[in-house]
Every structure is written in structure tokens, then in C-alpha cells.
T-cell receptor, first 116, second 116 residues
């Protein structure tokens, strides 16, 4: 089946630094990718919708200058957490929609960010 | 607006017992998709099933079965003869066909603990 890969799986950084998380669709082209955040023992909350070649659409309450999303190609979207703080520590999961198949979403393995 | 409610936050059962996880959804769309995902402690989301709104046929896959009732807006998930490996958090999710990219709205999740 289709595979979506995230990197890194784990990242620990100091407060104030920026962290980039990559989401790649390995065997299909994804015009749309989604970024979710999951705090411990909570559900997944959509942060933004990333469309290839255009600006991301952010959900209400998500700071676009804080969480920079770039979707430069049909197989890669990146999420950069800028000037990370401990409250940004979370599990970030991306999903990608196969452009050739409606209704099917594939999830990455997730990236666990810990900000010290 | 779409909404998914999983009223059971935690369920604990003994091995070999049957268990049903409830899911109730709200949507204004007539065309939508319902999903169940399993999230083991490692964090990745494991796809279990997708059902579209026009298909109310119940489905059985091994020890898993799903009951879709449009009249009550419910999409319940039953595990028969539960096993310790079934211990995980289970998420029900909804995708509306009219929403660009088919983004998912997740329920709060149900943590299932199967004791040996």
C-alpha cells in the first residue's frame, strides 16, 4: 500500500531553536497534505492543510508564523516549528491524499518533538 | 460543522471478552466517510476501515466488526475475543466529501486495555 514517511521520528531541541519535520509520500503524488498535532492522551487536531505550490491553510488558533509549512513538490511537505518552546512539545503527524484516488488518506509514522 | 464523539475515554476488559467501542458523528453533508484507526503505544496510526455514507452494510474482518447506523449517526466497532495486542487507543474519524482534500475530524479516542 501507499507509504508516507516522516522524519525525524524523534527530536529533542533547546527552547528558542527551530525544528523542521519532513513528510514524504514515497510511492504516490500528493497534492494535499495535512498536519495534525496530538498532545499526550488527547486526540489529533488538524493544524493546517498544505497544497502543493500554494500557501497552506491554517486552522483557527494555529499561528502561521510559528508553524511554517512548505509544500514545494508533490511528494514533500515540511513543517518548521520556529523558536520552539516547551509548550510546542507534542506528537506531530502528517497525512497525504493520493491525487489519483479520492477519499483515501495515508498517515506518516509521526514525529515526537520535545522542547527543553 | 462536523463532529465526532467517542463517549468512552477508557475501557478495560479481560482477554477473550468482547468489547464495543462507540462512535457518534454529526455532519450536514449527505456524502461522507467514516473511519476507524488504531494507535498503538508507538504512535503510528493504523488504518482499520473506511465506510462511505451510502453503504450501511455491516462489515466483519476477522475478530473486528463494524455497525453503521445512519438513523442514529453511529459507527460502532466491536472486537470479539479480545487479545492483549488489541490494547491501544482507537479513533473514529469523519471526512466530508465537500471539504477540500477530505481532511479528517477525529473523535477524542477510546483507550482500550486488554488484561491477560
Amino acid at each position: 500500500g501507499a507509504v508516507v514517511s516522516q522524519h525525524p521520528s524523534w527530536v529533542i531541541c533547546k527552547s528558542g531553536t527551530s525544528v523542521k519535520i519532513e513528510c514524504r509520500s514515497l510511492d504516490f503524488q500528493a497534492t494535499t497534505m495535512f498536519w495534525y498535532r496530538q498532545f499526550p492522551k488527547q486526540s489529533l487536531m488538524l493544524m493546517a492543510t498544505s497544497n502543493e505550490g500554494s500557501k497552506a491553510t491554517y486552522e483557527q488558533g494555529v499561528e502561521k508564523d510559528k508553524f511554517l509549512i512548505n509544500h514545494a513538490s508533490l511528494t514533500l511537505s515540511t513543517l518548521t516549528v520556529t523558536s520552539a518552546h516547551p509548550e510546542d512539545s507534542s506528537f506531530y503527524i502528517c497525512s497525504a491524499r493520493d491525487r489519483g484516488y479520492t477519499g483515501e488518506l495515508f498517515f506518516g509514522e509521526g514525529s515526537r518533538l520535545t522542547v527543553l | 460543522a462536523q463532529k465526532v464523539t467517542q463517549a468512552q475515554t477508557e475501557i478495560s476488559v479481560m482477554e477473550k471478552e468482547d468489547v464495543t467501542l462507540d462512535c457518534v458523528y454529526e455532519t450536514r453533508d449527505t456524502t461522507y466517510y467514516l473511519f476507524w484507526y488504531k494507535q498503538p503505544p508507538s504512535g503510528e496510526l493504523v488504518f482499520l476501515i473506511r465506510r462511505n455514507s451510502f453503504d450501511e452494510q455491516n462489515e466483519i474482518s476477522g475478530r473486528y466488526s463494524w455497525n453503521f447506523q445512519k438513523s442514529t449517526s453511529s459507527f460502532n466497532f466491536t472486537i470479539t475475543a479480545s487479545q492483549v495486542v488489541d490494547s491501544a487507543v482507537y479513533f473514529c474519524a469523519l471526512s466530508e466529501a465537500q471539504r477540500a482534500g477530505n481532511m479528517l475530524t477525529f473523535g477524542g479516542g477510546t483507550r482500550l486495555m486488554v488484561k491477560p
